[in-house]
Structures are given as C-alpha cells and as structure tokens.
C-alpha cells in the first residue's frame, strides 16, 4: 500500500531531472553564454549538493525519520524550488521579464533552486527503503517510474524544441516543477515499516576505510559523467544531430535502465557488489572512449549510450544497497545524503568546472577522453582495493 504515491512522485521529479540534465545547457546556450561559463552554472547546479542534501538530511533526523515525518519536508523543498525557478521569468531571456539576462542572475536563481531541488531525494530514497522493509528488492520496481518520468520528458521536450526551439525549456519547466510539488502531498497517511533498530554508534564510526573508499570511486564516476551531462547535447548538435534525434540518445539508455532496475534483485543474489561495481566503472570507460572517438558513427554513438543502464542504472542500484547496508537506523537518510553529496554534489561540480575548461581549451573529443582515461584509473584501483566478496545478496 503506498507504492503508487512514491512511484508518482519518482515520476514528475524525474521529469524535471529530464529537462535539466539533457537540455539545460542547450538554454543556456540559447542565452549565449560561452562554454566556460554553461560548465561555470552547470556546476551551480551541482555543488549544492555538496551540502544540501546532508543540511536537509540533518533537519530531518530532528523530525524523526522512522516515523516517516521527514517527508513533510518535500512540501516546503519542492515549494521553494518552484519559487526560485520561477525568478528566471524576470529576466528577458525568457520573454517576458525585463531584467537583462546576466550571468550573476542565472547564477543566483541556479544556486536558490537547486538547493531545495537537490533535498528532494534523500528523503525519498531512504523511505522508499524504509516502506518496502523487508522487501527492499522491488526497490527497481518503484524507481523505474523516474526511469519512465524521464523518458516521457527527454523525448516530448526534444520533438517539441525541434519546433519551438530552446526558449520552449523554461515554462515546461515550471510546469514539471509544479506537478512535484503537487505529488509532495500525497504522501500523507503512507505507512512506514520500521526494519532496523536505531544505531547509538557515532556517525564517524561508521565511515571505515571500505566505506570511504565506495564513495571516492563514486565521487571519481560521477565526476567522469560530468562531460556527458554538461556537453554531450551540445556535443552532438556540433556533429549536425537534430534535437529530436539526442533525444531518443538520452532515452536508449534509460530504457534499458529500467531492464536492470527491474533485474537488479537476481543480480545481487548470483553476484557481489563489489563485482557489479567494478563493472560499471568498465562500462562507463568504454563509454567515454566510443563517444571521444567516434562520435560521427551514429550505431557506436547509440551502443555508447545503451551503456548508460550499467554506468548510471546499475551503478546507482548498486550503490543504494551499499549505503542501506552501511548507514542503518538514524543514519539511514543521512547516509544517502552523504553519497549524493560527496558523489553527485562534490564529483559532479568539480567534473562540470573541469569540463568546460577542457572544451575550451582542449576540445570536445578530448573532453570525453579524459573522463575514459579516469574511469580506466578507478577501474584498476577498485579491482586492487575494494574486496571482491563485498556484500554478497544484501536485498
């Protein structure tokens, strides 16, 4: 019972995730700002969950997690974020405004938004978990509706720039951000199974050199994701792909993304974590080198991105697991908050800063060179350092 509502809510979060991560730049691009400057903002984006999420994740250990009250927290991060975006109207960029479009501005208006944006998930994630209990292996099952959320939004909102063009982003935007803050109250009433006992041992004592070493090779994955998230629409226009067309490219690979979601369970019971970790650093580095080298081959560009449902779907499965088996009790949230922060906060900001300076100075093939090169690096330290009988079948 409950599961629809997380499923509802995964869906319009995940529509907005497919308009900013595939098409922001492009709108930024639309306000002709250099390259530079779209990784400069892009990374605005990012940073913030450097902090947000574990400063979310501790207001909300004070509202007693286990009880399910930290959801009441959604209301008011999905309510701010929508106010925030909407500043963006004031600017005539988009049409309507006055304010001349400046870089501080979208700054400004990029850092407010994101840092209530990026408090959606941990709360999320860690009582998603919380409600499933004991069968925390239809996690996938729930999670797969962002996986389709995403889908429906890459694919509409490329057709429709195709026709409209980039300025097109901003109102479906707001539309996306409003229908979360809608689905942010649904979940009064869902029940939440308490699993776990609350941990007494401090939070430090948690972090030991296994755990420290999953979240820097996370951090380092995320970081060799930044060039795809920031540039590879960008990227692919240069060779003369319609929007249409990048969009069915960030489509494939979330379509099989829901295959894995949806066989995650009997991976984790035939194979260690620490191998299906290793695996997605393989994946990802391949996936990197096909797209830097060729990128005009449209069917290697297109087996490149079916690669996603390993580097990002399985990867993030497998992650999920790691945490809610390292972080239990009062800790649970503020577990995922630290992943998301150190991995997608830290690893993403520094990768998109990075990203735009090696554009610039480097060029785009050598860009996602880089990002191969470093996941060859973590590839080999994982299979050297981390255990290969890391956590066989948690779910």
């Not at 500043?87 to 407010?112: K, M």
């Not at 979940?187 to 609350?198: A, L, S």
Request: proline share 3%.
């Amino acid at each position: 019972m409950g599961n629809w509502r997380f499923a509802n809510f995964y869906f319009f979060y995940y529509c907005t995730v497919g308009i900013i991560v595939p098409y922001w730049s492009l709108y930024l691009k639309h306000l002709e700002f250099s390259a530079t400057e779209i990784g400069e903002l892009t990374a605005i984006l990012v940073v913030t969950k450097v902090f947000s999420p574990y400063l979310w994740a501790w207001i909300a250990d004070r509202m007693n997690v286990n009880s399910g009250q930290s959801l009441s927290i959604l209301k008011w991060a999905t309510g701010a974020a929508l106010a925030s975006y909407s500043l963006l109207y004031l600017q005539s960029g988009s049409g309507l405004g006055s304010l001349p479009t400046s870089f501080w501005f979208v700054a400004f208006v990029l850092f407010s938004f994101s840092v209530f944006w990026n408090a959606c998930m941990p709360q999320v994630e860690a009582a998603t978990l919380n409600h499933l209990g004991g069968e925390r292996h239809r996690y996938g099952n729930i999670r797969l509706w962002g996986s389709v959320g995403f889908i429906f939004m890459v694919l509409g909102l490329g057709y429709a720039m195709d026709r409209l063009g980039p300025s097109i982003i901003l109102p479906v935007g707001a539309l996306c951000f409003f229908m979360v803050f809608v689905a942010s109250f649904l979940f009064k009433g869902v029940g939440v199974r308490q699993r776990i006992p609350t941990s007494s041992a401090p939070l430090k004592q948690l972090l030991t050199g296994q755990v420290i070493l999953i979240l820097l090779f996370s951090t380092l994955m995320q970081a060799s994701h930044a060039p795809f998230y920031t540039f590879f629409s960008i990227y692919l226009e240069s060779y003369d792909y319609t929007k249409s067309h990048i969009g069915w490219l960030w489509t494939i690979g979330v379509i099989l993304e829901i295959g894995v979601f949806l066989l995650s369970y009997r991976l984790f019971q035939k194979y260690s974590l620490a191998n299906l970790l290793g695996l997605t650093f393989v994946s990802a580095a391949i996936r990197w080198a096909l797209l830097g080298l060729f990128p005009e081959t449209v069917v290697l560009v297109w087996f490149a991105q079916t690669l996603h449902a390993i580097s990002y779907g399985l990867n993030h499965a497998v992650m999920m697991l790691l945490i809610d088996h390292f972080f239990q009790g009062r800790y649970q949230v503020r577990g995922q908050a630290l992943y998301l922060s150190v991995s997608f906060g830290l690893g993403g900001a520094l990768g998109s800063v990075l990203s735009g300076y090696i554009w610039s100075a480097a060029g785009s093939n050598i860009l996602f060179l880089s990002a191969s090169g470093l996941m060859v690096l973590v590839s080999i330290a994982s299979r050297i350092l981390i255990k290969g009988t890391l956590i066989q079948a948690t779910a």
